[in-house]
């Protein structure tokens, strides 16, 4: 079936640094991808959807600055966190498309903290 | 605007008792209802797509259905192995756009 690997698993960071978080179809072909947040005991929050060369559509309330969403391959997504801050800290997670009438695939999540 | 409800928030059951979940929704134009495993620390994990109302899925002890405002999980004699947490979530309008999840039901079988 298909599989979406997300890396890294965890990280931890200084506030102020920045973190890139990658996602990868690894046997599909992913024409969009979306990033979701989620906060302990709560359900996933889309934060944007971005399709392979286009810009990302961001959520309502998502800065777009803070969260850098580049979709440069039909099998790669990044998400870098820039000048994070320990309210940035969250389970972040990445889903992918093949369009159509095709399901969703996530990946596995990344926890950020930042200390 | 469109939503998704899940009930119970958590549910506890012994081992070998059935139950069922409830996903309740209210949006524009039903695609897909989507049913999703997650463990603690991990990515969602696919179970099951509904597409249209009186489809059933099974797969092992789970069995999904669906009306024309809601999805029910049942789970029959349950093992401990399937203590996680369950997400229901919808695709409304035009295939590729996001799916919108309820906030989940939080599923714990003790032996």
């Known amino acids: 079936g298909a599989v979406v690997s997300q890396h890294p698993s965890w990280v931890i960071c200084k506030s102020g640094t920045s973190v890139k978080i990658e996602c990868r179809s690894l046997?599909?072909?992913?024409?969009?991808m979306f990033w979701y947040r989620q906060f302990p005991k709560q359900s996933l929050m889309l934060m944007a959807t971005?399709?392979?060369?286009?810009?990302?559509?961001?959520e309502q309330g998502v800065e777009k600055d803070k969260f850098l969403i580049n979709h440069a391959s039909l099998t790669l997504s990044t998400l870098t966190v820039t000048s994070a801050h320990p309210e940035d800290s969250s389970f972040y997670i990445c889903?992918?498309?093949?369009?159509?009438?095709?399901?969703?695939?996530f990946g596995s999540g990344t926890r950020l903290t930042v200390v | 605007e469109d939503q998704v409800t899940q009930s119970p928030e958590a549910l506890r059951l012994q081992e070998g008792e059935s139950s069922s979940l409830n996903c309740s929704y209210t949006v524009s134009g039903l695609r897909g209802l989507f049913w999703y495993r997650q463990d603690p620390g991990k990515g969602p994990e696919f179970l099951f797509t509904l597409y249209s109302a009186g489809e059933e899925k099974e797969k092992e002890r789970l069995k999904a259905t669906l009306t024309k405002k809601e999805s029910f999980l049942h789970i029959t004699a349950p093992k401990p192995e399937d203590s996680a947490t369950y997400l229901c979530?919808?695709?409304?309008?035009?295939?590729?756009?996001?799916?919108?999840f309820g906030k989940g039901t939080t599923l714990s079988v003790s032996s």
């Open positions: 979530a919808v695709q409304v309008n035009q295939a590729g756009t996001a799916l919108i």
């Open positions: 889903s992918a498309s093949e369009g159509g009438s095709y399901g969703y695939t």
């Open positions: 046997d599909f072909q992913a024409t969009t």
């Open positions: 971005s399709n392979e060369g286009s810009k990302a559509t961001y």
